[in-house]
């Protein structure tokens, strides 16, 4: 797993490692405390992916916005 502090990361580093997160989860093995901090560090990844994604729909919305405020001034 990434030493980058999750909050400096884009959103597919993040995405790829929380998708090894979950693999190494799902073999288990691992003891209570590595399983929690494993599991930690998965949900602050999902939710940097969330925040980029809620960004990305923003500026997606913001663009359709302008784009229909040029159209109906045309």
């Given at each position: 797993?990434?030493?980058?502090?999750v909050a400096?990361?884009?959103?597919e580093a993040a995405r790829d490692?929380?998708?090894?997160v979950v693999k190494v989860?799902?073999?288990?093995?691992?003891?209570?405390?590595a399983s929690l901090a494993?599991?930690?560090r998965g949900e602050q990844l999902a939710t940097r992916c969330e925040e980029h994604l809620a960004g990305?729909?923003?500026?997606?919305e913001n663009a359709l916005a302008h784009i229909?405020?040029?159209?109906?001034d045309s």
């Open positions: 797993m990434s030493e980058t502090p400096e990361m884009g959103y490692e929380l998708v090894d989860l799902e073999q288990g093995g691992l003891d209570l405390d494993l599991w930690e990305a729909r923003t500026r997606v229909e405020e040029n159209d109906a």
